[in-house]
């Protein structure tokens, strides 16, 4: 179902009318309206030279979490692991910040341009233990692709 998706996130990234903001959004909207178990999808980023995330485009509830401080939260761990963090239960993480109390599972998702990871993708799910090796590939892939337009 996910490698479906694969072309629809090229046709985005490749296409000529959009600018990066744009494609990003597209991207967030296609994933949330099209994987049943993907209810928030959005982009971080490094804010500057600062040690921070900065929310980016986003498809899903408003979050309060704009700014990230690195280390902090399971975006902030990706922010200086430089791996994937796949979360079945947030539950029963003690380094998390919740943004809603319907989130049951997270996984994020590092972005690197030139090997350097300036930033990341998020996925929230109410479904408990959703996300497989084929959700790392996925988001992978759409990372990479991402990084092509940056
Ligand atoms: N849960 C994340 C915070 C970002 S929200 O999911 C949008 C974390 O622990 O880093």
New binding site residues.
């Given amino acids: 179902m996910l490698s479906t998706l694969r072309p629809q996130v090229s046709a985005i990234t490749n296409s000529s009318k959009k600018s990066a903001t744009e494609k990003m959004q597209a991207i967030c909207e296609l994933l949330k309206e099209n994987v049943p178990y993907y209810d928030?999808v959005?982009f971080?980023f490094r804010n500057g030279d600062k040690e921070e995330l900065k929310?980016g485009p986003?498809a899903g509830a408003p979050?309060d979490?704009t700014i990230?401080p690195f280390g902090?939260?399971?975006?902030?761990?990706v922010a200086v692991s430089n791996q994937n963090f796949v979360v079945p239960d947030?539950k029963a993480?003690d380094?998390?910040?919740?943004?809603?109390i319907t989130?049951k599972a997270?996984i994020?998702v590092p972005l690197f341009l030139n090997g350097v990871n300036i930033g990341q993708i998020?996925i929230?799910s109410n479904t408990p233990d959703p996300f497989s090796e084929e959700d790392e590939h996925f988001l992978e892939y759409v990372n990479q692709e991402v990084s092509k337009i940056l």
């Fill in positions: 928030w959005g971080y929310l986003y979050t979490h990230i902090k939260g399971i975006c902030g761990q947030v993480q380094n998390y910040i919740a943004c809603s989130v997270e994020v998020d929230d």
